[in-house]
């Protein structure tokens, strides 16, 4: 085995290498038909790894070096051949499912800090497109071209299939190892840099009934910004998310919360602590009585929150607040369910 080349720090990627990622466009349903191929959407860190100039780098979607934040992977420098630059995500593994959380703890000022974390939480690198290899370009082939070097590559590689029945069984159950949906990619299509055109992602949006707990004030303080949810969880009633108060349904969403706040309700400021404020940096907050029950799509549930904004659909008068209860919203593991380690040890 070859010396781990050099980690060096850079402020941007080398203009040789095709930058930025590939995006993918949000889409409600899978694309069908003979020129799509389909992978997890692993929920992590996008990484680009080169070493076009002879150093091992790692970089984000925005350019900025990531070696700094996850010294275990430079041993990536090893399994790249020179003049070499692939495409991939930054994941931690946690009990047997993709953790972000835990990778978020992992973007940490503090040099010893960060020696500490990549002990106690390692990062892993999957690997899903290649763009350079040994000196050849292969980012203006077909995508169908490049997964077939992909396949070869020493590095954990991201399964895929072609089949869309197995994609929509893992839109189905891939959640419950902490995936975020499925990617459809076009089998014809070079590696278009920055470009949502030629990648589909579907996140299998699910429903909940969520009890109104409060609401977050706008940055000027002049309306409402969101309203504040909450389930119950082992009878008590807990903060879960917010569901941005905007668009067609504002007024009906008004008319309803209003008259709960009274005409002077107390606001506590950004920071302060809050049963309902699960973070300390969101908007200022009112309470409101648990009164109301709301029907909202979302997209992921993770670590008892539900993971961004839901989105409002409409007040639910039928339902008693206390029936909207955690069992709702938490995957069920079902037997054969998708697993990491299964995920990865694929080759379809």
């Known amino acids: 085995m070859r010396q781990s080349a050099a980690v060096t720090a850079e402020p941007t990627p080398p203009e040789d290498l095709p930058f930025p990622p ?43 070096p990531l070696l700094r934040y996850f010294p275990e992977l430079a041993a990536l420098g090893d399994l790249l051949q020179p003049r070499s630059a692939v495409d991939g995500e930054i994941v931690v593994v946690r009990d047997g499912a993709l953790d ?7 973007l940490h000022p ?6 500490k974390l990549s002990a106690e939480i390692p990062a892993q690198f999957v690997c899903f497109d290649v763009l350079l290899w040994d000196g050849e370009d292969l980012h203006g082939l077909p995508f169908a071209r490049r997964r077939a070097g992909v396949e070869e590559l020493p590095f954990d590689v991201s399964p895929s299939t072609r089949d869309v029945a197995e994609a929509a069984r893992w839109l189905e159950r891939l959640e419950v190892a902490g995936f975020d949906g499925v990617i459809a990619k076009r089998l014809d ?10 990648v589909q992602k579907v996140k299998g949006d699910k429903t909940a009934d969520l009890v109104v707990v409060g609401v977050t004030w706008s940055e000027k303080g002049t309306g409402i ?10 009878g008590e009633l807990r903060p879960v998310g917010n569901a941005p108060a905007s668009g067609k349904k504002r007024a009906e969403i008004l008319q309803r919360v209003e008259p709960l706040l009274g005409p002077n309700p107390e606001r506590k400021p950004r920071g ?10 969101q908007l200022e907050w009112s309470s409101v009585p648990p009164e109301l029950v709301v029907e909202v799509r979302y997209d992921k549930w993770q670590k008892g929150r539900i993971r961004h904004n839901a989105r409002f659909l409409r007040f639910r008068p039928d339902k008693d607040p206390a029936e909207c209860t955690v069992d709702q919203v938490r995957p069920r593991p079902k037997k054969g369910d998708p697993t990491v380690a299964g995920l990865l040890g694929r080759r379809t």
Not at 110 to 115: D, I, L, N, P, Q
């Open 22 to 64: 590939m995006e993918a466009q949000l889409v409600d349903a899978l694309p069908e038909g003979d020129g799509w191929q389909y992978e997890p959407k692993w929920d992590g860190f996008r990484g680009i790894a080169e070493n076009l100039d002879g150093d091992f780098h790692l970089w984000s979607r925005n350019g900025r």
């Open 100 to 106: 972000f959380d835990a990778l978020q703890m992992r």
């Open 110 to 115: 503090a040099e010893s800090r960060v020696r």
């Open 189 to 198: 299509s070079p590696y278009l840099p920055g470009s949502r055109e030629a």
């Open 225 to 234: 910004a969101s309203l504040a949810l909450g389930l119950y969880v082992d």
């Open 272 to 281: 302060a602590p809050s049963r309902w404020k699960p973070k300390a940096d």
